[in-house]
């Protein structure tokens, strides 16, 4: 039992000894290569090479995916240019990370980032978004309808929209806990104004000759607001939509630094930072950067779906 025991562990010692000296081999392949005079040469070369591909894609005749694709073709280069560069002139991954460590890192946590982005995305952003946009339009048919709010109202929410975040989520965390209603209140908050303004500017954003017609109709204010008035409003709703996307996110991960149980993106960028494992630190950012973009993607489908008719998304087709 004893000898099976010493040849596992002599394995095992033989398989990481093995797996060091290949990765020390590749190491010094790439320090060779960023120290060959012919490196920053070639570095010029292949940046030409990317400016001239991401040129003729661009220019190429379709659909909609021609954009898409140069983007993606882009962002192609652009890691491939961050791992050579970072690779060859041995930049500390202190300071900046190879994308391949970071790739390695998004499957080494990939249970850990999931159970973030469930309490961050999920929960706060998620709940925080929907709650802050609903109280914001509904605030915005109530001024629209009673205009005497506006004066009341409007500073108010002016107001709100002024106070720092770093003011408000510590607040958020005495008043609302560790856990990630706080961050759903700091979310509210930040997406309640957005949608406000630009609700009341897309109602008013109706043409009068229309209005006049709605009014000889003896159409009530209901009747002109859902079938009038909510329709030439809503690419300023979808605006408002997609500029909180980004604004929830942002605001739930920096109220974590504050105070958060232990999950959450801005915790574990907080605490990873603090450790030096930068990484995981990029890996968590890479994650919310995916799921920033997707949301606003998907807000993009949906406003073509929803005002087809509009020139403004016409014309974006």
Known sequence: MTDAVTTTAAASVGVNAAANGAAEAVTNTWLQAGASPLFWPAIVLL???????????ARLDGSRWVGTLTAGLFGLWVVFFWEVLVRCLDVSRVLLPAPSLVLASLQDHAPKLWGDFVQTVLKAVLIGWTLGCGLGFAVAVAIDRMPFLQRGLLPVASLTSAVPLVAVAPIAVMWFGFEWPSKAAVVVLMTFFPMLVSTLAGLKAAG?????????Y???YTRTLVALRLPSALPFIFNALKVNATLALIGAIVAEFFGSPTSGLGFRISTEAARMNMPLVWGAIVVAAVVGSSAYALLVALERKAAFWHPSVREGK
Request: proline share 0%; hydrophobic share 50%.
């Open 208 to 216: 009068k000759l229309e209005r006049e017609l709605m009014y000889s």
């Open 218 to 220: 003896a159409a009530s």
């Open 47 to 57: 940046a030409l090479l990317a400016a001239f591909s991401i040129q003729r894609t």
